[in-house]
């Protein structure tokens, strides 16, 4: 039993090792690469294009939806009114989603620089 407590000892005793594995970690060199910025605006581009997508999905049932209760309103004016509406905020949501897209793109280009 006490080879191993002296063994244990000498271990804790000898921090170049400790240091080396720290430095190691931090510089990436464990398995964990570093976290940069770039990786940040890739996931963040990942995470909204993901988001665009679906989106558009409940777009194109909007505009199909808004077209339905035109078509089926036979003059009734509150129907027409309601389609309207529905299709002008279907168009409104459609141009707020592109220009925080824009944004998005515009922004993740500005931080995007190589040798950063």
Known sequence: MLPLIEKV????????SLDKNLSQLVSGGLG???????????????????????????VLAMVIYSSFVYL??????????TAKKTMIWT??????IAFSKIILMILTNAFNRPGH
Do not use: H
Not at 9 to 16: G, V
Not at 91 to 96: M, T
């Open 32 to 58: 964990n690469p570093k976290l940069d910025l770039n990786d940040v605006a890739r996931t963040i581009t990942n995470i909204s294009d993901f988001f665009v997508k679906n989106v558009m999905w409940v």
């Open 91 to 96: 168009v409104v949501g459609v141009f707020i």
């Open 9 to 16: 000892s000498a271990d804790a005793a000898d921090t170049s």
């Open 72 to 81: 089926t309103s036979y003059g009734d004016e509150s129907k027409i009114e």
